[in-house]
């Protein structure tokens, strides 16, 4: 079965939520970033807030998962061309991602709940704050989750050059991982 992981490479599971992984999370950086912007009216920032809390909402539960799945399922070894401390840098900057990607899953529903608001979704609704409203605490997760998502920008960009990197100027082994089930 190449559903799941091998000891030595990923199955279609892994590589299937890491690709729904980096598209939702590419979007949900580009669209926040746009609304935070300087150059939006405050209609269209709320506009585009509406769409950022719900693609977030939509993808909330599948990244979850995505993250719970490498922990329960671990990460696979290093190839033998790869190099000790290449492998261990590797995966430092894998786990690095996930535990950015959770503490923004968590501050996000949060600034708009201790902001006093709910969490708009799409035009079908909202989900209400079970939070009383706390100005300091609103302020420490927008901070967080402006901060959380500037340094998640600065890791993704490393681990996309490096896997760009590997293909084009190596054997490109371990950038292939991702695109079909290997050490099964
Ligand atoms: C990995 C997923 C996410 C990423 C990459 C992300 C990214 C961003 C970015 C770049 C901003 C603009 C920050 C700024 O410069 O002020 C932002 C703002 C915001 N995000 Fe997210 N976000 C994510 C998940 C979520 C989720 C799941 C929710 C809620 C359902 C959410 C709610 C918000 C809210 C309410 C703001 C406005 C904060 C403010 O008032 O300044 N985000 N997000
Ligand atoms: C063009 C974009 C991308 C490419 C080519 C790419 C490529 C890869 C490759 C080849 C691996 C396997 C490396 C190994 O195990 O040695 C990997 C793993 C990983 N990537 Fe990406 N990636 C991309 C975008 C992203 C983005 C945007 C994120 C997160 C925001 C991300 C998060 C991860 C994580 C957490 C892993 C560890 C395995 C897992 O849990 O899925 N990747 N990536």
Redesign the pocket.
């Known amino acids: 079965m190449t559903i799941k992981d091998a000891p030595s490479g990923y199955g279609w599971l892994s590589i299937g939520l890491h690709w729904f992984n980096a598209v ?3 979007m ?6 746009k ?2 912007g300087a150059a939006v009216s405050d209609e269209e920032a709320a506009e585009l ?1 509406r769409v ?2 719900s ?3 939509t ?2 539960a599948v ?1 979850w998962v995505r993250i719970g799945w490498r922990l329960y399922s671990g990460h696979p070894k290093g190839l033998p061309d790869q190099g000790r401390i290449a492998f261990l840098v590797a995966r430092t900057v894998h786990y690095t991602l996930l535990i ?2 959770a503490s ?2 968590i ?3 949060l ?2 709940w201790y ?1 006093g ?1 709910a ?1 708009e979704f799409y035009t079908l609704g909202s989900i209400p704050s079970p939070f009383a409203a706390n100005a300091a605490l609103h302020e420490f997760f ?1 901070a967080a ?2 901060w ?3 340094v ?2 600065g890791v993704a960009v490393v681990h996309m050059s490096a896997a760009a990197r590997q293909l084009v100027f190596a054997q490109g082994e371990a950038a292939r991982r991702m695109t079909a089930p290997t050490g099964h």
Do not use: K, Q, Y
């Open positions: 939702a999370v590419v949900l950086w580009f669209v926040g970033n609304m935070a807030l950022h809390t693609v977030g909402v993808v909330f990244i950015l990607i923004l899953l501050s996000g529903p600034v708009s902001g608001e969490i927008e989750h402006r959380g998502s500037n998640l920008f």
